[in-house]
């Protein structure tokens, strides 16, 4: 039952009998009512003025009388500086509750085929060393986008692209080979991920060994920089790759067959699954032939060194390198080709790129560069800039090696959610198989929502501990309250209670009322949060539906209240709430337990 449309198509109608004016739906600003104010929706009446040649207050007075009088769901209104205030008979938010608890996704939309196409690009992660809370960020929002687009009726396909060639993997393979003694993820026992990132960090530090010491020699510092002779052979190596020299292209798939078997096992630790795979060993040669056709057409130009740029200059940007003066290529290379293999696959609709806010710069240019190649459905890239995750002591760097691994945070947030739940006796009774997958739960959700619930554009700090509260503003918290809820209904089941609702209930408690109210609020959340790629628009909207299930079990009986019917609405109102957290904690990749 959508109050709000109908509404809106009364003010219409409204408008039209009271001044014979016709006005479109857009005119007709309907917001939900503030909490302080009384009233359930409130309408704009400014925009509507100069048809009624009448005062803010007048005009409001003349809408509210009309929409009361025709309007069955309305009972009355209250008018305060020109903004009405339109109230919903209480009967008719029981026969919305009823509603919405016969639906079995409530707020959600079931996509069709000819549905907008929409592919979600997340994670990207480098061959050269493990997933990081940088990453978690990233790959946690992204999935969240993915869900949340879908439940707006989106056909929606989450990628991953691996970006598994390039200097920096040659940097990686280099220091195995002058350093890694025929080291492997077995003899080792590393995950062959953490045992790549090792060289990588390897490679700097002698790296910086070797510039140093040219700077001791005599080097200005950026010639150091630029001549440290391990850079040179890294250099070379890449410029072998290309050629496919079967040394180094055979120690390339092996140390990559290593990486991809360590992040498979983090993808399934934080319930991450993609509909495609792409490599960027795949599509760089799409992209460089993509370079090369513009090159031909004059649409970029070549330097002297052999070098292919895009002159932005025209565009208020600089020149952007395409193609080294060696013939190799760089990050945009093969994001040209990528972007352009996947419209020519799918024929996208809109291509969303979950990227840091330092790549700004980069996904401008992509644009940019797409049109000038003569390819109109760039316009439909779009890039999700979020801010950078932090902790408590500053930032990361993942050649340094002060970066936080994901595999190790996840482990200490599973540690953590075990020994303050078993300290706060949420754990007692139960097997120690429920003890491991409750508390994987708890970890899980306690990481994914204190992440998500930032806006993605803020830069945030993450606190674990914080994060795993069983009271606040926490993942934890709105899982203990969801598990209470399945507690009710447990309880309900054994005493043979009715969860059936009562058609003939008239009236509501406040608490009842505010409940069924916030619930109702639930579909435009999705789709706000669907239109502004924001899962903390859901995070919040959760938590806030969590505190008012609390305010209502806490005033209100419901096992114990004596009428039939009334309990059995109150029943039936827990299980709508539960399941309305169910299904936005979803939205969010986190998992409710059904016993805390």
Not at 251 to 270: E, H, I, P, R, S
Not at 338 to 351: I, K, S, V
Not at 545 to 550: I, S, V
């Amino acid at each position: 039952m959508d109050f709000d449309i109908i509404i809106k198509a009364q003010v219409i109608e409204a408008i039209k009998n009271l001044y014979s004016a016709d006005v479109h739906e857009k005119q007709v600003q309907l917001q939900l009512t503030r909490k302080e104010i009384e009233g359930d929706f409130t309408l704009v009446v400014f925009p509507f003025l100069r048809m009624s040649k009448k005062s803010p207050e007048q005009t409001a007075e003349e809408l509210g009388t009309y929409l009361v009088d025709k309007v069955a769901e309305i009972a009355s209104f209250n008018v305060i500086k020109g903004f009405l205030n339109l109230e919903i008979a209480e009967k008719y938010w029981i026969a919305f509750s009823k509603q919405a608890y016969g639906q079995k996704s409530f707020g959600t939309v079931e996509a069709t085929p000819e549905a907008e196409k929409v592919m979600v690009e997340f994670s990207s992660p480098n061959t050269n060393k493990p997933l990081h809370l940088g990453h978690i960020r990233n790959i946690l929002l992204g999935d969240s986008i993915t869900r949340i687009l879908k439940a707006n009726g989106k056909n929606v396909q989450a990628v991953n692209l691996v970006n598994d060639r390039g200097i920096h993997i040659c940097k990686s393979m280099l220091a195995w080979q002058k350093w890694g003694e025929h080291a492997t993820p077995d003899s080792s026992g590393l995950k062959g991920d953490h045992l790549v990132g090792d060289y990588y960090v390897k490679f700097d530090q002698e790296y910086k060994k070797e510039i140093k010491q040219l700077v001791e020699d005599g080097f200005d510092e950026k010639k150091a920089a630029k001549e440290a002779p391990l850079l040179l052979e890294a250099q070379a190596m890449l410029r072998s790759w290309e050629k496919k020299e079967e040394s180094v292209y055979s120690l390339w798939q092996k140390m990559n067959a290593w990486v991809y078997d360590g992040f498979a096992v983090t993808y399934k630790q934080m319930g991450i699954v993609f509909d495609k795979t792409y490599y960027e060993s795949e599509t760089f040669l799409l992209g460089k032939q993509l370079v090369l056709d513009g090159l031909e057409k004059n649409i970029l130009i070549k330097k002297e060194d052999g070098s292919v740029w895009a002159d932005l200059t025209k565009d208020k940007l600089d020149e952007k390198i395409l193609l080294r003066s060696d013939g190799t290529s760089v990050y945009m290379t093969q994001d040209l080709g990528t972007a352009h293999q996947r419209f020519a696959d799918y024929d996208l609709d809109r291509h969303i790129y979950v990227v840091g806010n330092e790549q700004n710069y980069h996904f401008q240019v992509l644009k940019i560069v797409l049109k000038k190649l003569g390819f109109d459905w760039a316009e439909h890239l779009f890039h999700l800039s979020y801010g950078m995750v932090e902790l408590p002591t500053g930032k990361m760097k993942s050649r340094e090696g002060t970066v936080v691994d994901a595999d190790d945070l996840i482990e200490e947030m599973i540690a953590t959610a075990k020994t303050t739940s078993m300290e706060l006796g949420k754990l007692d009774g139960l097997s120690d198989s429920e003890i491991e997958e409750i508390t994987h739960t708890i970890a899980l959700c306690a990481l994914k929502y204190f992440i998500l619930k930032v806006d993605p554009k803020k830069t945030m700090t993450f606190e674990p501990k914080e994060s795993i509260d069983f009271n606040g503003n926490t993942g934890p918290f709105i899982q203990y309250t969801y598990a209470r809820i399945q507690s009710i209904l447990r309880k309900a089941e054994e005493l043979g209670y009715s969860t059936d609702y009562a058609d003939d209930l008239s009236n509501l408690e406040e608490k009842e009322s505010q409940l069924v109210k916030t619930i109702y609020n639930f579909p435009a959340i999705i789709k706000e949060a669907g239109a502004n790629l924001s899962p903390a628009l859901i995070a919040n909207y959760v938590y806030d539906l969590t505190k008012e299930f609390n305010q209502f079990y806490h005033d209100i009986s419901i096992l114990k209240e004596e009428n039939e019917q009334l309990r059995s609405f109150r029943i039936a109102l827990a299980e709508l709430t539960g399941n309305t957290i169910k299904t936005a904690m979803s939205l969010l990749g986190a998992d409710v337990p059904v016993r805390m």
